[in-house]
Every structure is written in C-alpha cells, then in structure tokens.
C-alpha cells in the first residue's frame, strides 16, 4: 500500500518560516508528480505549489517568491518550505501526488482537478499569528 504523510507544521508569527514534510511510504516519488493544496475557512481549498518528475514547479501567485517545493535528496520526500509568512497563509496544509503520466503543471494546482489525484495525506496545520 502507498500512502503520503505531512508533517512540519506548527504555529508562528508573522514573518517566520516552516518546511513541511511530505514523505511517500511504499513507493518513491520517482514516478510521481505532488501537489501542496490548502484549505482554510476564509479562502476554502487552494493548490498552492506543485512539483512534477521532471522537477519542474508552478506555484499560485500569492506565495511566489515565499513558498518553494523541493525534492529532498531522499526519494520519497519532497518538501514545502514556506517563508515570510502571513496571516492568511493559515490553513491545513496537504500533500497529494499522482502519477506522473497522467500530471501536468498546467492544472495540478486546480481544485476542479483534484480528484485525479489518488494519493493525499493527512494534513498539517500552518497556523500564524501577528
């Protein structure tokens, strides 16, 4: 069984940094192409940065130039470091992934597409204060 696992979230202030975790269990993310969404009660659900396998990004306009998907040097983990956070960066943060024959970087960040993705984990809450 493959499943996906965040984890680095946590409560700062304005202006602080976090690098959340996305750990694949079962698999390597070789083949896979992920997906960072968030979901808060003022915006609902956004996809927020997206790497594919050929270690390409797309990020949503608001956290450009703050948030960046990496790829550790460990196959199965891919990261999000957020920096310069603000309050509205508040929201559970979630890591999806899908093969990477069936992605592109031109919708893994469109909520009408997230059903595609067969891979999500838990969540981790990213929760910033002024």
């Known amino acids: 069984e493959v499943f996906v696992t965040e984890s680095g979230g946590g409560s700062v202030e304005v202006g602080g940094s976090l690098r959340l975790s996305c750990e694949v269990s079962?698999?390597?993310?070789?083949?896979?192409?992920v997906a960072w969404f968030r979901q808060s009660s003022k915006k609902g659900r956004e996809g927020v940065a997206a790497?594919?396998?050929?270690?390409?990004?797309n990020y949503t306009d608001s956290v450009k130039d703050r948030f960046t998907v990496t790829q550790a040097n460990v196959k199965n983990t891919r990261y999000l470091q957020i920096s310069d956070l603000k309050p509205e960066d508040t929201a559970m943060y979630y890591c999806?992934?899908?093969?990477?024959?069936?992605?592109?970087?031109?919708?893994?960040?469109?909520?009408?597409?997230?059903?595609?993705?067969?891979?999500w984990g838990q969540g981790t809450q990213v929760t910033v204060s002024s």
């Open positions: 999806a992934a899908l093969p990477h024959e069936y992605c592109s970087l031109s919708w893994l960040l469109d909520t009408r597409k997230i059903e595609r993705f067969g891979l």
């Open positions: 079962g698999d390597t993310f070789d083949r896979w192409c």
């Open positions: 790497l594919d396998s050929s270690g390409r990004t």
